[in-house]
């Protein structure tokens, strides 16, 4: 058990809709990241926030969001949804900003777009 | 472009012996990078890590890596493997400049036979 907790572990929804993703943290880290693991993209790293404020961004889409919350966890906002966007998300936290902190791993959400 | 690859998707071996995972960068500035292994239905787990010293680098679950600048490698080693190191293998690089923002190789799928 890495600390990292997600919520829900599955999701199935229809093209259109919107979901939100939840993530709460190891205790006293700062720092989470959002990736999307599918069978085409592999692993794919989506946003940080550190301390309540977006940090990084890499491949996502305008449909989606993230925000930290001040009790530190984070949710994931998906909106009009794809099919494409079937995919398990994966949310990490680690102690602080640097790159060479060990980033610990949720279980992850399976989301399926119907 | 930053990249990393993982030349092996498949890896079949028989338990009792050696792996060898092979995993190569391109990356600009002084990499941090990773090994992290995923079982089924779990999140991925960090089994080692180098950002600097000693290039051979000794991980939990008696996995070892060796840093290699001269051919931009970084691959995974274990002398005796177990049933239950069948699982998949992600490397990851990271660098100083980059947030904790994480590029995954595709992964490899390591099986193995009694």
């Known amino acids: 058990d890495s600390g990292v907790t997600q919520t829900p572990k599955h999701l199935i929804t229809a093209t259109g809709q919107r979901v939100t993703l939840r993530c709460s943290p190891r205790s006293g880290d700062l720092s989470v990241y959002w990736y999307q693991q599918s069978l085409d993209q592999g692993l794919q790293f989506l946003i940080q926030?550190?301390?309540?404020?977006?940090?990084a961004k890499g491949n996502i889409l305008e449909r989606f969001s993230a925000q930290q919350f001040p009790d530190l966890h984070s949710e994931l906002n998906l909106s009009s949804l794809e099919l494409g966007d079937s995919a398990l998300y994966f949310c990490?936290?680690?102690?602080?900003?640097?790159?060479?902190?060990?980033?610990?791993f949720g279980p992850g959400t399976r989301l399926t777009v119907l | 472009a930053q990249s990393v690859t993982q030349p092996d998707i498949h890896i079949t071996v028989s338990e009792g012996a050696s792996l060898e995972l092979r995993c190569n960068y391109s990356?600009?500035?002084?990499?941090?990078l990773f090994w992290y292994v995923q079982s089924p239905g779990q999140g991925l787990q960090l089994l080692l890590k180098y950002f600097s010293g000693d290039t051979l680098v000794q991980g939990i679950k008696g996995f070892e890596a060796e840093f290699k600048r001269s051919q931009s490698s970084f691959n995974l080693r274990k002398p005796s493997v177990h049933w239950s190191d069948a699982a998949e293998y992600f490397c990851a690089v990271g660098a100083q400049d980059s947030w904790g923002k994480l590029q995954f190789g595709a992964g490899t799928q390591v099986v193995v036979t009694p």
């Open positions: 990490a936290s680690s102690a602080r900003l640097a790159s060479y902190n060990e980033q610990f």
């Open positions: 990356y600009g500035a002084t990499p941090y």
């Open positions: 926030y550190y301390n309540g404020e977006e940090r």
